[in-house]
């Protein structure tokens, strides 16, 4: 998380009257991001980290974030404020520059442009162009979604799912290591990667999120991440995807390796969008495609769905791949068991432990 504008944790506040703590309340030495919530500065790190291509060491002293002895990390300040100045003066105060505009995930911006080595195909500079009129006769967003849950196996069949246990393994950096995975109606979820150093975990209880990771202490999930994590703990989300935004509708058709999909939006006011891309011919989900908003810019991953095999006659995903700018893991289940008891203590925070004696 190499940032620039904070460090090392300090002491939380006592509470802010109608709202979470800022983060100038819980860090220390904060310059620039110290009116954000608390929970938005890690996310806002790595925003800079996945924008500049870059670890937290580039701009932090390992273990001792607060200090200010690298110079990457004042730039980085400096930086962060011509940014705010350039949206604020230019813009209208909306976030049209961030520090991807520049840096596309370089150390150093290009500023002259790139000599292609092959003829870029015809009409490249409109292909993408989001003015362009979508097909004709596309799909509707209720026609995709109910095409989905009939893929699936049908909504009776869906909801009757109450448990869902997944054993298996993730491939992380080309190592794989054993990972379990409890879900429980309604809403809970926890994912249990068991690491050579120690177990990491993410965890949904229905209302907040953790993550966990060997030898650190539980942090909380940032409020930007939550609505995600609520998508993967819905056992029922396909038949409650009608329910997902005020505005649904179908985007461009796109290629997803040999996939031709069916492209449908979730649109708000409030929160980032979410694209959900369905095979054209079995009606599957294919790709979800979503987002989490922090002070600098929006944190995108990507989920790739595949080998889909029946489960109790509902269609379930054997494997995914989640992409993030900073990488990438797959999960292969080996095994799913639905609807099996699982106990509720496995959704109960850790609790934190206590405080040192002076």
């Avoid at 938005?40 to 002895?69: K, N, T, Y």
């Avoid at 080595?117 to 015809?122: G, N």
């Avoid at 975990?201 to 609520?230: H, K, S, Y």
Wanted: net charge negative; proline share 9%; charged share 25%.
């Amino acid at each position: 998380m190499p940032a620039a504008a904070q460090s090392g944790a300090g002491q939380p506040a006592n509470g802010q009257p109608g709202g979470p703590p800022t983060a100038e309340h819980v860090f220390k030495n904060l310059k620039v991001l110290k009116d954000i919530p608390a929970d938005q500065l890690f996310p806002s790190m790595q925003f800079i980290a996945a924008s500049l291509g870059v670890e937290c060491d580039f701009c932090h002293v390992r273990g001792h974030f607060e200090q200010d002895d690298k110079k990457p990390k004042l730039a980085a300040r400096e930086m962060m404020q011509m940014m705010m100045a350039i949206n604020a003066n230019h813009f209208e105060g909306h976030r049209a520059v961030t520090c991807n505009t520049c840096h596309r995930g370089a150390l150093h911006p290009v500023s002259i442009p790139l000599v292609v080595d092959s003829e870029p195909p015809m009409h490249a500079a409109t292909a993408s162009d989001p003015d362009e009129p979508l097909p004709a006769g596309l799909p509707t967003a209720d026609q995709l979604i109910d095409q989905y849950v009939q893929a699936l196996g049908g909504r009776g069949a869906i909801e009757k799912i109450s448990s869902r246990v997944e054993k298996g393994s993730a491939n992380v950096g080309g190592h794989d290591v054993p990972v379990d995975i409890f879900a429980k109606a309604p809403g809970k979820r926890v994912a249990i990667l068991h690491a050579p150093e120690g177990d990491n975990v993410t965890a949904f209880d229905g209302e907040q999120g953790w993550l966990g990771a060997a030898n650190r202490p539980t942090r909380e999930m940032a409020r930007g991440d939550l609505a995600g994590a609520r998508m993967d703990a819905d056992l029922q989300l396909p038949v409650h995807l009608k329910q997902l935004s005020e505005d649904l509708h179908p985007g461009r058709p796109e290629k997803i390796g040999d996939h031709d999909t069916y492209q449908l939006v979730a649109a708000s006011k409030t929160v980032p969008p979410v694209q959900l891309y369905f095979d054209q011919k079995t009606g599957l989900l294919v790709r979800m495609a979503r987002y989490s908003d922090t002070a600098l810019g929006l944190n995108a991953m990507r989920i790739d769905y595949a080998d889909y095999r029946d489960v109790d006659g509902v269609k379930v995903p054997f494997r995914w791949t989640v992409a993030r700018p900073a990488g990438q893991f797959t999960i292969q289940l080996a095994d799913v068991k639905q609807n099996v008891p699982v106990e509720d203590s496995r959704f109960v925070k850790p609790r934190a432990p206590a405080e040192m004696p002076h």
